[in-house]
């Protein structure tokens, strides 16, 4: 597999983390209440950063050559 196609699927995951995290904080805030939303809202705060290094990485890494 050449660095290309990886650098493509890291940049596939991270936005999948983001749409996921889009998903989750929507679900926190309007449907659940107590802990638990606090809990899915944690988890979407991390899917969000995490997502958000994943794009700020390979944004920022270069063209390949």
Do not use: D, E, N, Q
């Not at 660095?3 to 596939?12: A, E, Q, R």
Request: charged share 5%; no cysteine.
């Amino acid at each position: 597999m050449s660095l290309s196609m990886l650098k493509m699927y890291i940049s596939f995951a991270g936005m999948i983390f983001l749409f996921l995290a889009i998903g989750l904080i929507l679900l926190s805030r309007y449907k659940l209440k107590g802990i638990l939303s606090v809990i899915v809202s944690i988890l979407a705060y991390i899917f969000l950063i995490s997502g958000g290094l994943i794009i700020f990485y390979i944004v920022f890494s270069g063209p390949t050559g």
